[in-house]
């Protein structure tokens, strides 16, 4: 069963980077973020693939991801950033990230996320 759809269109300018402890989107990939303080982040390892999905007030407040699933979002220089180092412990270990790499993505409306291919790199 397929919950949503894993686009294979490219947008240059959504770009997402990693550290040893935070994943930052640029300032256009963002935007999908401001008016939001957590997120869900879903993992494709088969693909190489995942996503970031904003979590609004009332999804927080009805308590419909557990805590495990929720990440605070922190915005500086109007750039978003998550903070969590085991997370990207984690990111590297399954998908073989490469931190201070910038990584392309897309944001898809329909679903409401920022979906990120591994496998294509920015230099």
């Not at 201070?100 to 409401?112: G, R, T």
Request: hydrophobic residues 40%.
């Amino acid at each position: 069963m397929v919950l949503f759809d894993w686009t294979n269109e490219n947008n240059d300018d959504l770009l997402l980077s990693f550290s040893k402890d935070e994943i930052l989107l640029n300032e256009k990939a963002s935007k999908y973020f401001f008016n939001y303080k957590w997120a869900m982040i879903l993992i494709d390892d088969h693909n190489q693939r995942f996503a970031i999905s904003p979590i609004s007030k009332n999804q927080k407040d009805l308590n419909l991801f557990s805590n495990r699933q929720k990440y605070k979002l922190f915005l500086s220089k109007n750039k978003i950033k998550i903070k969590d180092s085991k997370l990207i412990e984690q990111l590297q270990h399954d998908l073989n990230i490469v931190l201070n790499e910038n990584y392309s993505s897309v944001f898809n409306e329909m679903d409401n996320m920022l979906i990120i291919d591994l496998k294509r790199k920015e230099d």
